[in-house]
Structure formats: structure tokens, C-alpha cells
């Protein structure tokens, strides 16, 4: 019954937000569409260069660390959902090439185009 509950809980959610993007899409003059998909445009230019900025250049000293060996060999594919700064800036490059030179068989996907993502994606 609490699993039927949470499913319907979330449909309801996701549901809500469609009909509400729906109405204020609908609502919207044609100019106001079209200044809307610019200022998001704008705002991902803006996103995706301070993703590329570097704020903290002091390195941590992780030399008493001790190695990693991986245990088993991981195969198929990792699909990480949702905040989009993760692949605006370098960070999700740079845990997959960490990442690969254990295990080069692994596909990873992305599917990051804003946080909200993951709420559908529960």
C-alpha cells in the first residue's frame, strides 16, 4: 500500500508541474515566448562559462592516501539524471576520466539539462 501511495504521490507531482507549464506556456503573447527562450539561452551561456571558471586553485595533498585497486572489473552503463552543472562546467569530465582509468568498459550517460530532471526520473 506505501508503494502505491508514493507512486500516485509522484504522478500527481509530476503531473501538476506538466499542467502548469502547459497553462503558462498557452498564456504567453508569441514575443513573450520568444524573449523567454533567450533569456534561458542567455542564462546557459552564463552557466556554462563560470562552469568552465576556476574559483579554488589550492590543492589538496593526497599523498598518504592509499591506492585505489578496484576489486572486480565493472561493465554496462551508469546514467546520472538530473542537476546540469555537473556537465555546464568539467566536474562530470573529470570524475569519468578518474573513473575510466579503472574501469575503461563502462559507458557512462548523461541526461542533465536542469535539476528538476530528477524529479521525473525517481
Not at 54 to 76: I, R, S, W
Not at 107 to 122: F, G
Request: glycine residues 6%.
Amino acid at each position: 500500500m506505501l508503494v502505491t501511495q508514493s507512486v500516485a504521490r509522484r504522478a500527481l507531482v509530476v503531473l501538476t508541474m506538466i499542467a502548469l507549464g502547459v497553462t503558462s506556456i498557452s498564456a504567453q503573447e508569441p514575443g513573450a515566448r520568444r524573449e523567454s527562450l533567450e533569456v534561458q539561452r542567455a542564462r546557459e551561456g552564463r552557466v556554462k562559462a563560470r562552469g568552465k571558471k576556476v574559483f579554488y586553485t589550492t590543492k589538496f595533498n593526497l599523498d598518504n592516501l592509499p591506492e585505489y585497486k578496484p576489486e572486480q572489473k565493472v561493465a554496462g552503463t551508469i546514467r546520472l539524471w538530473g542537476l546540469n552543472y555537473l556537465t555546464d562546467g568539467d566536474l562530470a569530465k573529470y570524475w569519468e576520466d578518474g573513473f575510466r582509468k579503472y574501469h575503461p568498459d563502462i559507458k557512462i550517460e548523461y541526461n542533465t539539462p536542469t535539476a528538476l530532471v530528477r524529479l521525473t526520473s525517481c
